[in-house]
């Protein structure tokens, strides 16, 4: 039997082994990149509520987090909590979505103002 042609498969499996830990290593980068985003961007979302500038939120959010982010904005009495939230790459792992969350207290006159009709 002979050993020809066994260096290049094994060469082939190696190669192909790098790449797929490449790739890998570079899906967990975006996603960790992803999360950062969606938390920098519920952090300023609630921060421009709570000073009462309420049309800046959407602005915010297309700029700052990950293309399809959803928004989520609770106000509750004096504060307000802010949820973003996106699929893990762009849908390709189905069921697994990245989430940041923010809380902030309102400035004094913002929540009054929106209260009164």
Not at 33 to 50: F, K, N, T, W
Request: hydrophobic residues 50%; negative net charge.
């Amino acid at each position: 039997m002979s050993d020809r042609g066994a260096a290049t498969v094994e060469a082939a499996i190696a190669v192909a082994s790098l790449l797929l830990v490449l790739g890998l290593a570079l899906t967990g980068l975006r996603a960790v990149a992803d999360q950062l985003r969606c938390v920098d961007a519920a952090r300023e979302i609630a921060r421009l509520i709570s000073r009462g500038d309420h049309g800046g939120s959407a602005e915010a959010l297309r700029r700052i987090a990950p293309a399809g982010a959803g928004l989520i904005v609770q106000q509750d009495g004096e504060t307000v909590s802010v949820v973003v939230e996106v699929a893990v790459l762009g849908r390709l792992l189905p069921g697994l979505r990245l989430r940041g969350s923010a809380f902030a207290v309102l400035e004094p006159g913002v929540g009054d103002a929106e209260e009164s009709p």
